[in-house]
């Protein structure tokens, strides 16, 4: 077999996804079909990889395209070695790093996007990460947060406990 041109991190476009005001559903992305196979990159613009870099077939004319899509609509990703020349010079492009030097560095950020969580804001401020569904009561140094909003996006937390029923 032939030696690989790089590392990089395969993923695959959600089957459905909630979309629109009154959250239907909808199958794959406008450009990529549920199921698809795309390259990703890291996080090239301090938003923590919400938005990412991917590289992949379009679902019509089934040509490489290289577009930015929500990490969200990400599954099962995994490290892959690159033979390419094609997918090869679209990773290569900046901005966004999509190539990687060994398999292990491209398994470590695999490993990452596969973690499902959501957005976490705490009094107003200090934004983690925290699963989803998000829990009821997070503690973080030491104080005691409780669930105040979430939607498919992020959770609000507040340090005052919840209302009482009389």
Avoid: C
């Avoid at 990089?8 to 909630?18: D, P």
């Amino acid at each position: 077999m032939d030696e690989p041109l790089g590392w990089g991190v395969v993923a695959n476009i959600v089957q459905e996804r909630l979309a629109g005001p009154d959250l239907e559903v909808r199958r794959g992305l406008k450009h990529f079909a549920g199921g698809a196979r795309v390259w990703v990159s890291l996080p090239f613009s301090g938003d923590g990889g919400e938005r990412l870099y991917v590289v992949g077939r379009h679902r019509v004319g089934h040509r490489y395209i290289r577009i930015i899509i929500e990490s969200r609509h990400l599954k099962n990703a995994r490290a892959k070695a690159v033979y390419s020349p094609t997918v090869h010079r679209l990773l290569s492009k900046r901005p966004g790093v999509m190539l990687f030097d060994s398999a292990e560095k491209a398994a470590e950020w695999a490993a990452r996007l596969n973690y499902r969580g959501i957005e976490a804001e705490f009094d107003g401020q200090r934004w983690y990460w925290v699963p989803d569904p998000p829990p009821m009561e997070v503690e973080r140094d030491g104080v005691t947060y409780y669930l105040a909003h979430f939607n498919h996006r992020r959770a609000r937390y507040s340090s005052l406990p919840p209302p009482r029923e009389p």
